[in-house]
């Protein structure tokens, strides 16, 4: 279904490689989930207290603006991982095509999952008007599993109507937030799951060092050893899912390795994966990814989710799920 949001999108899509879903399962429940201008922090066990955020397109937000009734059935969720990212998150999210999306019909909330940052990133990205999810622990893979077992199951504290996209990309100014319309786009077209591969689009020179490009070619050839998919960047770090098929996920990664764990939990529930070329351009700050320690935590991760797979292929998909993605397709 062509959405017209991508407009003035050079398509540069290879064909799409996908693996078609025969399975559904609830994990979650499907919640509504909002917010307006707060900050949550994670209880110890990781759970959140949400104080929730301006939906930054929504019609009953300050600065929002009305769509038509028509179009105001979708909501989409844009996680952006932050450890220190002060100089980079603001950028990022002002990039966000709010406008677009809006007139697309999409309200957009934007959540910031900071990994206890020591700098101004929490400020930065409230005079935004973006959310903040304070994680607790370490670990990028700790910080948005706690924030999207948050959002997807808290159904009192959260007031979103109707099915969401979540959206998650680096907060470093890496990831291209104007292709989030094209990753929508594919996902309203009946993909489950849509990874941005930067080795099929464009790399600034210097954005990835000769290592790290090595390092996910090596990795990602195991990935497609293991599990079969044709998948180009494992590591990559702009992802988009359809809110049902997230619920049924099964994520365990507290680091680096969350990607991996997000790749292998799509295979395992067949869901319909494509990934889409992005343009990857240099970092704004420092790196903290540790290359060597990563790239075998990485690779670890993916043996173990191979090793431990369950076929959940075959399970029916619940009702419940089918009006989540009904709605969703409108
Ligand atoms: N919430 C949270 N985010 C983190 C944590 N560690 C890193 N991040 C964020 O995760 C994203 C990816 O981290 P990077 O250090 O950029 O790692 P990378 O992109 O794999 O490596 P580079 O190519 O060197 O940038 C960035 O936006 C980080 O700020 C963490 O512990 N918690
Ligand atoms: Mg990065």
Redesign the pocket.
């Given at each position: 279904m062509a959405l017209g949001i991508t407009k003035g999108v050079k398509d540069r899509r290879p064909k799409a490689t996908s693996v078609r879903a025969r399975v559904r399962r609830t994990l979650f429940e499907h919640v509504p989930m909002t917010g307006s201008g707060a900050t949550i922090r994670a209880g110890p066990d990781g759970g959140g207290i949400f104080g929730g955020s301006l939906p930054l397109s929504n019609e009953s937000g300050p600065g929002g603006h009305s769509a038509p009734q028509a179009l105001r059935a979708r909501n989409i969720v844009v996680l952006?991982?932050?450890?220190?990212?002060e100089r980079a998150v603001g950028a990022v999210i002002e990039r966000i095509p709010m406008e677009d999306l809006r007139r697309s019909g999409y309200n957009t909330y934007v959540w910031v999952?900071?990994?206890q940052s020591v700098d101004a990133t929490l400020e930065v990205a409230k005079d935004r008007g973006a959310s903040v999810y304070v994680?607790s622990g370490?670990?990028?893979g700790?910080?948005?599993r706690q924030a999207l077992d948050l959002l997807m199951s808290d159904r009192n504290r959260q007031h979103i109507e109707g099915p969401k996209i979540y959206v998650m990309l680096?907060?470093?100014g890496?990831y291209p937030p104007e292709q989030i319309p094209e990753f929508v786009e594919a996902l309203e077209s009946g993909c489950d799951v849509v990874a941005g591969s930067r080795l099929r689009g464009r790399v600034e020179d210097g954005a990835?060092t000769s290592l790290?490009r090595l390092g996910n070619q090596v990795l990602s050839g195991f990935a497609r050893f293991l599990f079969g998919f044709p998948i180009s960047d494992v590591?990559t770090?702009m992802w988009a899912f359809r809110e049902d098929a997230l619920q049924r996920f099964r994520l365990d990664a507290e680091?680096?390795d969350l990607e991996a764990d997000l790749f292998a939990s799509a295979c395992e529930t067949g869901a319909h994966l494509t990934e889409l070329p992005v343009d990857y351009a240099c970092?704004i700050g420092k790196?903290?990814?540790v290359p060597i320690r990563t790239g075998i935590l990485i690779a670890w991760r993916l043996l173990m989710r191979r090793l431990n797979q369950r076929d959940m292929r075959d399970l029916q998909r619940p009702s419940a799920m089918s009006q989540v993605g009904r709605a969703a397709e409108q």
């Open positions: 952006l991982p932050a450890l220190n990212e999952v900071d990994g994680q370490e670990g990028k700790n910080g948005v680096d907060a470093d890496t990835l790290n590591c770090g680091s680096f970092r790196a903290k990814l």
